[in-house]
């Protein structure tokens, strides 16, 4: 059974830490992995790693994909207050996406 | 703001009814998707269109119906409601029908089952 875990479920850290969020998957047929950052709405997209392309940054975000060990970090340094959110990480199949059940991330001030 | 709109923002029905919800995609975006976000399951896929025809399905059950339309908008039909069918819907679209495509989420369509 196609299947995407994350851990861990919930964090908690201080303004300025750096977190890891990572996120396994056992898939049939790999195409993509996804992360996305969903605050009090709807999910907004944050990378997208495929074969061709393992490795992303985005200012402080960034993230990393092991297609030979099935996983992928999210890691996030100098955090923010705003970077407090729920992190979903999903895999496309190519006719399915898979979700993870998200990384609850409190970062306090 | 993604571009995409969902109608209504919330919906509240009793068991047994059926509901329709719509989703118009940003502008120039061919795909639409449906997800089912509940408390108790997560975000689970449960449709694509691409340009008018189905192109994936997931985890959708057989009361639950979509299609899109020639405008590219979609409409979810949830029919014979159960409590359990209590979530936010949410609708997405991208340019392409493909994997590499990134897709903007709508803001959701909170529906409640009493």
């Known amino acids: 059974e196609d299947k995407v875990v994350q851990s861990p479920l919930s964090l908690v850290v201080h303004e300025g830490d750096t977190v890891t969020l990572n996120c396994s998957y056992e898939v049939t047929n790999f195409r993509s992995l996804l992360w996305y950052k969903q605050e009090k709405k709807a999910p907004t997209f944050l990378f997208m790693l495929?074969?061709?392309?393992i490795e992303k940054k985005s200012g402080r975000l960034s993230s990393i994909l092991d297609k030979k060990e099935l996983f992928s970090i999210l890691n996030i340094t100098a955090t923010q207050t705003g970077d407090s959110a729920v992190y979903l990480c999903?895999?496309?199949?190519?006719?399915?996406?898979?979700f993870g059940t998200g990384t609850s991330l409190t970062v306090i001030p | 703001d993604s571009g995409v709109t969902q109608t209504p923002k919330h919906l509240i029905t009793a068991t047994g009814q059926r509901v329709t919800l719509r989703c118009s995609p940003r502008?120039?975006?061919?795909?639409v998707y449906w997800y089912q976000q509940s408390l108790d399951q997560g975000l689970q896929f449960l449709i694509q269109?691409?340009?008018?025809?189905?192109?994936a399905k997931g985890n959708i059950l057989e009361r639950f119906s979509a299609q899109q339309f020639p405008d590219l908008h979609s409409e979810l039909n949830l029919s014979s409601l159960e409590l359990g069918d209590s979530a936010l819907y949410f609708c997405?679209?991208?340019?392409?029908?493909?994997?590499?495509?990134?897709?903007?989420f709508g803001p959701g369509t909170r529906l409640t089952v009493l």
């Open positions: 269109y691409y340009n008018g025809e189905e192109r």
């Open positions: 495929t074969s061709s392309g």
């Open positions: 502008s120039g975006d061919l795909s």
């Open positions: 999903a895999v496309d199949t190519g006719n399915q996406f898979y």
């Open positions: 997405a679209s991208s340019v392409g029908g493909g994997s590499l495509d990134t897709q903007y």
